[in-house]
């Protein structure tokens, strides 16, 4: 993982939509991912979700260098 440093909670709002649009663009890759360690697609669903909710809450207290990288770290 990469450094992150701290911010206000309002400059993270926003810049959460730019964590939504790497969470959409990356989500099948994610979830391929999360295939070799999960067979039912509910967990797989589940867990590719959560990673996303803790790299948002992290997101809302410091800035993240790489978010792709940091939700597949997460997941």
Partial sequence: MSKQEP????QARGNSSKLYETYVDCEISLKRFLRNF???????????QEAFLRT????????????K????VVA
């Fill in 7 to 10: 911010r206000q909670p309002q």
């Fill in 56 to 67: 948002f809450t992290v997101e809302l207290q410091q800035e993240i260098k790489s978010p």
């Fill in 38 to 48: 999960l067979k039912k697609p509910e967990d797989i669903e589940e867990l590719a």
């Fill in 69 to 72: 990288a940091y939700l597949f």
